[in-house]
């Protein structure tokens, strides 16, 4: 079976479907607000009402990344242990496979009218596409380049756009600007978790991102020819949505502000537009959205730094086993844990991995506590380091979007905490003895205790 969309829909008995007419406008989003703390379930609503009050005759489905447990299920790999299996597979890229366009595609006149796009937070300006991948090419190598980038779709056919500043798809498009065209664009929604993920793998320029989608799929990814673009830019044939256009330069226009991944409004900015020339979907098309904020968007680029501090730190030191970048960290918090350490590997170990650009806080912890359980994080942090010995404080490149730095700069202040013993004495943890855990009284009294509760 092909893997898109509908085969992981067939295959996710966890996916809740919602019959009752639910508005595009903050009804979505709030029941996954709802549930955030929860299920986390995936939603499949059949009756998405748009911004008109007509019902959409596409189903919005969302919450498809927000469990770590079921993307990982999907994906093969464990839920503990992750980065180093992660990183694994991806250093085995898979090349995609060519095949003709779908002949089940129908054109959309007016998108903005018709497409189920959700109207997610009160401090947002309309309805967004939050789970669009746009395509953009490098006019110089004729390679392509995909990311998950915010489009707000306004009526008409000028969509404001938001290519972040130092990403690959803004570097292409000043290209193509420098040679005084208009940048060519697609927008694609909809497939399988793996390929969602596939975009977001963290790459070299100019390095095309379906070799990626194909190794954590484990086949090769089906492209096809876009209708205005041809084979200059190849979109997933499986895809539910396709949106073609292109991005000119001297249109330029208020965009934002929008509720970012931090959980806070990001600012408004003056961006590009994409101007749409063409939508087209598969028969019985389904939208798909990324809830910005909660783990649905967080999760999956979270476990992607994962594998991406796993291979920095493997240069470093063998004696790394894992990595977690946990969804309430908002991408800038990694927990590393190593085997034991000297100070000066430890050290290195966290310079290195605070040159990257997502992190912002990076604590190193002895192998054998639970990196994904904040209480033990927060209790080791606390009884194994000094601040004035283990610490690690410097500046470096972090996200422009932290609502901690001053407007226009993405220049963040970084910090490593060494929470190993560190080679040094290592005190008796307290215990109660086996025997007494294991008597029947204690038993009793555990069993009474807890049905007073």
């Known amino acids: 079976m092909t893997k898109d969309l509908r085969s992981w829909i067939a295959e996710t008995p966890e996916l809740i479907r ?6 595009v406008r903050h009804e979505i989003t709030a029941v996954q607000h709802a549930i955030e703390d929860d299920s986390r379930a995936p939603l499949l609503f059949q009756q998405p009402t748009l911004l008109n009050g007509r019902p959409s005759g596409v189903p919005v489905v969302t919450n498809v990344t927000a469990r770590r447990d079921l993307l990982t299920r999907v994906l093969g790999l464990p839920e503990r242990g992750t980065s180093a299996v992660l990183s694994e597979r991806l250093s085995r890229p898979i090349e995609p496979q060519g095949v003709d366009a779908d002949a089940r595609r129908s054109v959309l006149a007016d998108p903005s009218e018709a497409l189920p796009v959700l109207w997610q937070h009160d401090c947002d300006p309309g309805p967004y596409l939050t789970a669009a991948h746009a395509t953009t090419v490098d006019p110089d190598t004729g390679t392509d380049n995909t990311a998950v980038q915010r489009v707000w779709v306004k009526p008409g056919s000028q969509w404001p756009y938001f290519p972040y500043p130092s990403s690959h798809n803004w570097k292409n498009i000043e290209k193509w600007w420098a040679r005084g065209e208009a940048a060519p664009i697609a927008l694609w929604i909809g497939h399988h978790p793996a390929v969602l993920m596939g975009t977001q793998v963290k790459l ?7 070799p990626s989608a194909g190794a954590l799929m484990g086949e090769p990814l089906r492209l096809t020819d876009t209708a205005l673009h041809g084979s200059s830019i190849r979109v997933p044939a499986d895809a539910e949505i396709v949106i073609e256009g292109f991005v000119p330069k001297d249109l330029r226009v208020d965009e934002g502000p929008f509720g970012e991944f931090t959980g806070y409004a990001g600012e408004a900015t003056r961006s590009p537009a994409i101007r749409v020339e063409r939508v087209s979907l598969r028969a019985d098309a389904i939208y798909h959205d990324f809830g910005s904020g909660l783990s649905d968007a967080l999760i999956p680029d979270d476990l992607l730094i994962e594998a991406k501090l796993h291979e920095i730190a493997r240069k470093v030191t063998p004696d790394v086993i894992d990595v977690h970048v ?12 190593t085997r034991a350490l000297p100070p000066q590997t430890a050290q290195a170990l966290l310079n290195e991995l605070l040159e990257f650009r997502r992190t912002k806080y990076v604590v190193l912890l002895d192998e054998g506590v639970d990196l994904h359980d904040p209480k033990a994080v927060l209790e080791t942090i606390a009884t194994r380091s000094q601040p004035g010995r283990d610490f690690v404080s410097r500046s470096g490149a972090g996200s422009a979007l932290d609502p901690s730095l001053p407007l226009g700069t993405s220049i963040s202040g970084k910090l490593g905490i060494d929470a190993t013993w560190n080679g040094g004495r290592r005190p008796v943890v307290n215990r109660v003895p086996d025997a007494a855990r294991r008597s029947a009284a204690v038993a009793s009294a555990i069993e009474r ?4 509760r």
């Open 18 to 23: 919602i019959g009752e007419a639910v508005s």
């Open 204 to 210: 070299d320029y100019p390095v095309s991102h379906w």
């Open 326 to 337: 946990p969804a309430y960290g908002r991408r800038f918090w990694a927990f590393v844990a």
């Open 449 to 452: 205790s807890r049905r007073t």
